[in-house]
């Protein structure tokens, strides 16, 4: 077993100001040795809609201020920060990443939740001087913004607590009323999330079902969010597949769509290569590789490609692997079965393809249950498998290229676009990337995973719509009102 798993925790859901039980519960499981963790319950699509009507009744009764809303999100950060030893257990249970990046994610989302306060705060309009366009008085005319209604917040697995804050938060901030939904494998993170929220909102006398939290199955609260009239936005992270699922049923629900990526790092001739190694490699075996935007491929000047798959190799058989709740582990379990099938799957076929595995490749067995060894791969190639797919997972597939427009056009080679990477030392190589490779966020001198959680953060194309990234979600959460004051008439 591993070393200091969470005690059992057998959570209820919140919906309308109550914690609730389902008819059926599901297991959460600890991915590192199979050990079972807790349970939530199954929901059924009826308490799926008393949550959304309860959100619904709530925002119509909500009457908080902006800095109630700030205060309410304050508190909520402070009694999450007071849990953050607790919370970042939980989160290494029933998600199998190692202790440190655990505690990590359990402060940036404290950091979030803090964000998200100040936020309440700033939700400015701005004058409109009517007499810009000709023949036009000069009246007083400003725009205010104003929430929504019912935030539908579905989350996935790899980030369980910090994902559900950047869509609860915001949405929180803007004045609306939310309905969470975190995935099924890890939902228990979530949970004590909104435990400090529902203490939070107690203290500044929120009205019942201003935060509810569902759990069970996707597709069932998915599908009431979806048909509920009441739901006027959905956030969801997760799969492409579900996004597009999503958007072809929305209607005219407001969507915001966090999908996958395919996320290029290029590594060009005029930067350390040390330096840079460790970073690729950080950045493709952070959380056992299942992050939207880490290192999905590394696109080298085939000057230097030696060199740095050698530094890549050194600084990939540094990393400790292992139990999860080890301090000295760096890269853990994946998540689930399916997870860890669909890498090995993708990596096999890669490899039958002509791939050169330089070190790694090993995977349970000794290793542990649905551990992958982290895994630097050479002579790919654009077409295969591991280049062309999102792999989610420790593989590190070094793909030559010959000068920067091909480096370009690969990283353009995918039907994502979500963030990408960039080394150089060269002002105009560096611009041209930012203005050529199709991807919400290009980096430059750091890899395609760098994320700050204000920063506005969503892809291109498959990659989904819209941005997370507090004050930029405002924006989806919140419509904007021209209000105008003109002439009057006297009587």
């Avoid at 304050?74 to 990443?97: F, H, M, N």
């Avoid at 295969?384 to 597939?397: D, K, N, Q, S, Y």
Wanted: hydrophobic share 40%.
């Amino acid at each position: 077993m591993s070393l200091d798993v969470a005690s059992r925790l057998d959570k209820q859901m919140r919906i309308d100001g109550e914690w609730v039980d389902g008819d059926d519960r599901t297991d959460v499981v600890h991915p590192y040795d199979g050990s079972t963790v807790g349970s939530v319950p199954l929901a059924n699509a009826e308490q799926v809609v008393e949550a959304v009507e309860a959100a619904d009744r709530a925002y119509v009764e909500s009457d908080l201020s902006a800095y109630e809303r700030y205060e309410l999100l304050s508190a909520a950060a402070d009694a999450l920060e007071d849990r953050a030893d607790e919370v970042a257990r939980v989160v290494t249970s029933e998600q199998g990443k190692p202790i440190g990046e655990a505690r990590t994610e359990v402060d940036r989302a404290v950091q979030t939740l803090q964000l998200s306060g100040e936020e309440a705060k700033r939700m400015f309009g701005e004058y409109v001087p009517m007499d810009a366009q000709k023949g036009f008085a000069k009246d007083h005319c400003f725009t205010q913004r104003e929430p929504l209604g019912v935030v539908g917040a579905i989350t996935p697995f790899n980030f369980p607590l910090n994902l559900m804050v950047h869509k609860v938060g915001p949405a929180l901030a803007a004045g609306n009323a939310v309905v969470g939904k975190p995935a099924t494998n890890t939902p228990l993170s979530a949970i004590l999330l909104f435990e400090c929220l529902v203490d939070a909102a107690a203290e500044v006398d929120a009205p019942d079902g201003l935060v509810n939290v569902v759990t069970g199955s996707g597709s069932t609260a998915g599908d009431v969010l979806l048909d509920h009239e009441a739901v006027e936005v959905i956030s969801f992270t997760g799969s492409t597949d579900v996004g597009k699922y999503l958007a072809n049923n929305s209607g005219m629900t407001e969507l915001t769509l966090e999908l996958g990526g395919n996320d290029p790092t290029i590594v060009w001739d005029d930067t350390d290569v040390e330096e840079v190694a460790e970073r690729v490699v950080g950045g493709a075996c952070s959380n056992a590789g299942q992050v939207c935007n880490s290192v999905e491929r590394v696109l080298v000047h085939e000057t230097i490609e030696d060199e740095l798959v050698d530094a890549m190799v050194d600084a990939a058989e540094s990393l400790t692997v292992g139990d999860p709740f080890d301090e000295a582990t760096d890269v853990a379990a994946m998540v689930d079965d399916d997870q860890f099938e669909t890498v090995v799957d993708l990596f096999e076929a890669t490899v039958d393809r002509g791939a050169t595995v330089e070190c790694g490749g090993s995977y349970g067995g000794d290793l542990g249950e649905r551990v992958f060894e982290p895994t630097v791969l050479s002579d790919v190639t654009p077409d295969m498998p591991a280049a062309r797919e999102e792999t989610f997972g420790p593989l590190v597939p070094v793909i030559s290229v010959s000068d920067f427009d091909e480096a370009i056009e690969e990283a353009n080679n995918t039907n994502y676009g979500l963030e990408a990477g960039l080394f150089t030392q060269d002002m105009d190589r560096a611009k041209r990337a930012a203005d050529e490779i199709d991807a919400g966020g290009v980096n430059v001198n750091t890899v395609s995973g760098f994320r700050a959680d204000h920063m506005p953060y969503g892809g291109f194309k498959d990659s989904g719509v819209g941005k997370e990234g507090i004050k930029y979600a405002l924006d989806h959460f919140s419509r904007e009102k021209l209000v105008g004051f003109h002439q009057g008439f006297n009587a």
